[in-house]
């Protein structure tokens, strides 16, 4: 017999709850769970998603454990440890580090199990986190208020303690930059520490934090999680990106941004990026220990719970609607996305509307074809899908929400340009117009030029702007689409875009003069190179060149060269005391677009004679 699992996020509970589902939703299920006396107060747990495989620090055992992906258990220490309390794993090699604060050490343990190594401290250690990127470890030390950046053969690089920090209880290393984010948990603060110790950056106390106990770095964009007087999300400069309610535990996965945690009521819960709600397993310690796999999405959960220790393996079913806004009568394409990580099979599929009045192409296959009934109200309907299947014979229920519009509600827009050819920075006058199926007003309008550079006067929002070309710069014509997105006033908002070609003329020629040839001189000729752009007639002649003069310095002026890109004046018969340097008249050269600008005046040199 079928039974339901207890890791289903419920429809009826969230609908009672008043949530909105979300089009495509979340149901996070129990992939595999260890049996019953196998873990003692798990305490600790990482997942290497190069493998998908999971160390555990069993301390009720003393042991340290090695699972694959399925459960099975590769590997178990045969001898004691005193207590380990943290578990990092290089995924680099596949070994992982561990903590053990009652034996005052760190040991390093390969892929196979066997210890490379053991790091003693002279406190009690009690998290760790390795980067995989040189191998080195962060630890800290709650009974010596230490924090420890030691390298992979033991080195000490760089160690902080009392009163910077103050019972640290947890680090989190960023491989992309070696940076490390610690919870300083005593002092009521977060920190964030450069690779090589630098404090790159400390949050306030109580009460931007009380107590912060775990702490979790998305390398992908260096961001942290932070659980302690809630849980924050913090961008890699500190800024506060979100904070939500009390949680224990933290693992942030760095393919998608999103976060695992463990709440303050005893639920794993999976937050997106910016802290909505994407999935919600049931049942936990509060001191449960989270660990994402990056490469599936999944997670790992070791719960210390005295009367129900275990590791559980979660993973996660989406259901979604494509689009997820149809027409009256409109289709849309159903699918479900199981990770099946066991290869176990998936079967007695359905699909159910209840009662909403659509069909499905059939209700007992896995990804559908769903007609919306007609909807023949003035506002749009929400249908709320349910789609059972079975999984290694536990029942899922995972709902997806599919919105309908109402019945003939179209918005043709239409747009002109007055007129369509404008020189370089011209303008335009713009005129838009709409007709609604509904008679309903036009609430906005909405005009771009798609990142053009151009405006629109008075704004881009009114329905028939003045709109100014951006300088053309190039040799050629330029072409800007404009785009007018018009909104309707109706009970049911729609809006429709129309596009015209604005054709923007080159500007006219430009032109730049040059530093002098010589910054100072007594007799010897100065010479300028002067050069244009867009050009196709270049005119400049001496008597178009102003020769800027302070003191008794004085010249003569002569212009040599040819083509339309550069003319060379020069300066000779140099005499006096003082600067000289020059100005262009405007129109020294052209092209079918305009005269070029005046120029100048030029930088100077210094006439040294005495």
């Known amino acids: 017999m079928v039974r339901r699992s207890s890791f289903v996020v419920m429809l009826a509970t969230l609908l009672l709850a008043g949530m909105l589902l979300p089009a495509a939703a979340e149901t996070v299920v129990m992939a595999w769970e260890s049996p019953s006396g196998e873990f003692i107060t798990p305490s600790s747990i990482s997942v290497n998603p190069s493998d998908g495989s999971c160390w555990v620090a069993d301390s009720g055992h003393a042991q340290v454990v090695h699972l694959a992906q399925d459960g099975t258990e590769l590997w178990r220490s045969s001898h004691m440890f005193a207590h380990p309390s ?5 995924t680099s090699d596949g070994s992982c580090w561990v903590t053990l604060p009652y034996d005052h050490s760190v040991i390093h343990l390969a892929q196979d199990g066997s210890q490379q190594g053991r790091r003693t401290f002279g406190g009690d250690p009690v998290s760790v986190s390795v980067n995989p990127t040189d191998g080195s470890i962060w630890v800290t030390d709650d009974d010596y208020f230490s924090v420890h950046h030691r390298a992979q053969d033991g080195r000490e690089l760089w160690r902080g303690g009392y009163p ?6 947890s680090v989190s290393v960023n491989a992309t930059d070696g940076s490390c984010w610690v919870a300083d948990t005593y002092n009521n603060q977060v920190v ?9 950056w400390r949050s306030n106390g109580y009460p931007a934090f009380s107590y912060p106990s775990s ?12 659980t302690g007087g809630g849980i924050v999300h913090l961008a890699q400069d500190g800024t506060e990106l979100w904070r939500g309610a009390a949680a224990s535990s933290i693992s942030a996965n760095s393919t998608d941004g999103s976060c695992w945690i463990v709440s303050g009521n005893y639920n794993v819960i999976h937050l997106a990026q910016d802290g909505t709600e994407l999935g919600l397993a049931y049942s936990f310690s509060e001191l449960s220990s989270v660990s994402v796999n990056s490469a599936d999405g999944s997670c790992w959960v070791a719960d210390p719970d005295p009367y ?6 979660l993973a996660i079913v989406s259901a979604s609607a494509t689009p997820t806004t149809v027409a009256s009568g409109g289709t849309s394409s159903l699918s479900v996305s199981v990770t099946d990580l066991y290869s176990r099979s998936i079967s007695n599929w359905f699909w159910s509307d209840d009662v909403a009045g659509g069909t499905f192409s059939s209700t007992t296959v896995q990804n559908p074809t769903y007609t919306a009934p007609v909807n023949a109200t003035d506002n749009t309907s929400t249908i709320v899908l349910n789609v059972f299947f079975e999984w290694a014979g536990v029942g899922h229920n995972v709902p997806v929400v599919l919105t309908v519009e109402p019945v003939a509600h179209s918005l043709s827009v239409t747009a002109s340009a007055t007129p369509t050819t404008v020189t370089s920075s011209g303008t335009s006058n713009l005129s838009a117009s709409a007709m609604d199926s509904h008679n309903h007003s036009i609430a906005t309008w909405v005009w771009s030029d798609g990142g053009g550079g151009g405006s629109f006067a008075p704004s881009a929002g009114v329905q028939n702007p003045v709109y100014t070309a951006p300088i053309n710069t190039s040799g050629s014509n330029r072409s800007i689409t404009l785009t007018v997105t018009a909104t309707c006033a109706g009970p049911t908002p729609i809006s429709n875009s129309a596009s015209l070609t604005l054709t923007v003329l080159p500007g006219p020629p430009g032109v730049a003069i040059s530093a002098p040839s010589l910054s100072s001189t007594s007799r010897r000729s100065v010479s300028y190179t002067v050069t244009y752009t867009r050009a196709t007639s270049v005119t400049l002649k001496t008597a178009n060149v102003t020769l800027n003069k302070t003191g008794t310095a004085n010249g003569t002026i002569s212009v040599s060269g040819k083509g339309t890109t550069t003319r060379t004046v020069t300066i000779s018969k140099i005499s006096g005391k003082g600067t000289l340097g020059i100005s262009l008249a405007a129109g020294t050269a052209s092209n079918a677009n305009g005269s070029a600008p005046a120029a100048g005046p030029s930088a100077t040199f210094t006439v040294t004679n005495t």
């Not at 910077?164 to 209880?169: A, E, K, S, W």
């Not at 702490?215 to 932070?226: A, E, H």
Request: proline share 5%; charged share 10%.
């Open 308 to 313: 129900f220790s275990r590791v559980t393996h």
């Open 192 to 200: 964030h520490l450069a690779q090589d110790g630098t404090e790159l």
């Open 164 to 169: 910077t920090f103050n019972c640290p209880l």
């Open 215 to 226: 702490v979790s770095v998305n390398p992908s964009d260096g961001s942290c999680w932070v």
């Open 86 to 90: 943290s578990v990092s794993v290089n």
